[in-house]
């Protein structure tokens, strides 16, 4: 009984993948089920996905000799590259409706950890990211004990924690300080780029990669009996991904050098990497027992529990992921500007991280996101400020803008729920 209702639980709300396993006839059988779960409140990343096509579409009629050329796109991808990595790990938080509203600042204290290990030790690169990597694996051990064990709200924890780790950063930096980060490698991360022939193979391989885990799913699915998508929507998902691959790599394997003479050209390592953390953490929260518990867990914690579920272990999980993806966050984030201050993860940070993964579609509520909705709703994030910059607009519309932007997308999840609900989707 209660696993049953784990599974009620969770299929209504959402989860990681399974939900688009229909038995459908055709290509035209699948669309009529798609445009039903949409009308039934199911949105998904439809919203985020018309988002970024809209916004690209208005930016490039009022810039069209700026926006889509090579090197607007290349700084595109580092801009949005720290706040995906952060938003992919509030994703996981957001799943079982808690929140982390010092992940931000977490990304800053770790990002001041490798510095000073960089600057003042002279550590190895290797040493430091480490560092740094184990420092926000610790501080999340920290916050989902308080959380899972102690039973404290998520709010009011990292909320007190929000100040303190800021009191940290400033601590290791001093007031008013800068800490420089000059190692090459870390710097690479941001400043430099894949050679265009690797980019390529890459790409291919991605493409390649996605089509065989797609086909092999399909595959398993029939010869086990199970629920499964025509195989023409399986062939037309794994297109658009190839067209999207392939289009992103030709573009960021052009020229971008501003002067002749210097050939500047390739995928930035920070694509790479944000690819290679999408790719696991996919896998994590769709293919694993694991996944499919926080899922539970975020659908209805006292069923779960029912059912055997460790729930505190769970909570403290997530809180742990959390802060290990804001360290790497803080990383690219130190790689992208050069320095380490002591406000770096503060500010905005987490706001547009927040922004990112609710309007990629992860609710608010708990219980339905992808780690794909961090870096659909963090590119339409980035794409507002970098369009914003472009047309020399002042930095108060920004803020306008974006709030207005994550108001709606908030909107639009409560209203899917509610409709969700009223049709028994």
């Known amino acids: 009984m209660s696993s049953n209702t784990i599974t009620g ?30 009308r039934g409140g199911d949105l998904g990343a439809l919203p985020a996905i018309l988002g970024i096509l809209a916004l690209g579409l208005l930016f490039f009629a009022l810039r069209p000799e700026t926006f889509l050329t090579p090197r607007n796109m290349a700084n595109l991808a580092d801009q949005a590259a720290p706040i995906i990595i952060l938003a992919m790990g509030l994703v996981f938080i957001l799943l079982l409706g808690d929140i982390d509203l010092s992940a931000g600042v977490v990304s800053g204290v770790c990002a001041a950890v490798m510095a000073k290990l960089l600057a003042d030790a002279g550590a190895p690169w290797y040493v430091a990211v480490l560092a740094a990597i184990v420092t926000g694996a610790a501080i999340g051990l920290f916050t989902g004990s308080l959380v899972g064990l102690i039973g404290i709200p998520s ?27 000059r190692d090459e490698v870390v710097s690479a991360i941001s400043d430099k780029n894949l050679p265009v022939v690797l980019g390529w193979v890459l790409a291919l391989v991605v493409v390649a990669l996605y089509a065989v885990l797609q086909l092999n799913r399909w595959r398993t699915q029939q010869a086990k009996g199970l629920a499964s998508q025509p195989l023409a929507v399986v062939l037309v998902r794994i297109g658009v991904i190839a067209a999207v ?68 272990k769970i909570k403290v999980s997530v809180f742990v992921i959390g802060s290990t993806l804001a360290a790497i966050s803080g990383i690219v984030a130190a790689s992208r500007l050069g320095s380490v201050a002591p406000g770096s993860g503060g500010g905005n940070t987490l706001l547009y991280a927040v922004g990112a993964a609710v309007i990629g579609g992860t609710s608010l509520f708990g219980g339905r996101g992808r780690v794909r909705d961090a870096v659909l709703g963090g590119l339409v994030v980035a794409i507002i400020a970098n369009g914003l910059g472009l047309l020399g607009t ?25 409709r969700a609900a009223a049709t028994g989707h």
């Open 155 to 181: 709010f009011v924890v990292t909320l007190a924690l929000f100040l303190g780790w800021q009191g940290v950063t400033l601590r290791l930096i001093g007031q008013g300080g800068t800490v420089p980060v």
């Open 245 to 312: 691959v392939v289009l992103v790599t030709a573009v960021l394997s052009l020229d971008r050098a501003p002067a002749a003479g210097v050939v500047l050209a390739g995928i930035p390592y920070a694509i790479p990497l944000v690819v290679i953390l999408l790719l696991a953490l996919s896998f994590v929260l769709g293919r694993t027992s694991f996944g499919r518990h926080i899922y539970a867990v975020g659908g209805n914690a006292e069923a779960a529990r029912r059912a055997g579920i460790n729930v505190t």
């Open 394 to 418: 002042e930095a108060y519309l920004n803020f306008i803008i974006t709030g207005g932007v994550l108001l709606l997308a908030a909107s639009v999840d409560a209203l899917a729920r509610r």
């Open 9 to 38: 639980s969770t299929s209504a709300q959402e989860p990681g993948g399974f939900e688009g396993d229909r038995s459908t006839d055709s290509l035209g059988g699948a669309a009529r089920a798609y445009v039903a779960r949409v």
